[in-house]
């Protein structure tokens, strides 16, 4: 399933990483501007969608998604 994120920095982050046997997918990453409201700031941040899987999970969306990819090249 696929929630809303956020990182604290205005580093982009990975769109895969693998931690330990967990890995994170991240898509649609919005840069947020840096903002001062009421004399505090919020810094630059990225918002995105991320997914936490199985590594095994993963590799089933691996090869989902290059399925889909080659179905839209070829279509």
């Known amino acids: 399933m696929w929630y809303k994120s956020a990182n604290s920095n205005s580093v982009m982050p990975e769109a895969v990483e693998v931690s330990g046997q967990t890995v994170f997918v991240r898509k649609n990453f919005v840069l947020i501007p840096a903002k001062e409201t009421e004399g505090q700031v919020s810094p630059a941040h990225y918002e995105y969608l991320e997914c936490k ?13 290059a399925l889909k990819a080659y179905i839209d090249l070829i279509s």
């Open 53 to 65: 899987m199985s590594q095994n999970e993963y590799a089933l969306y691996a090869q989902n998604e």
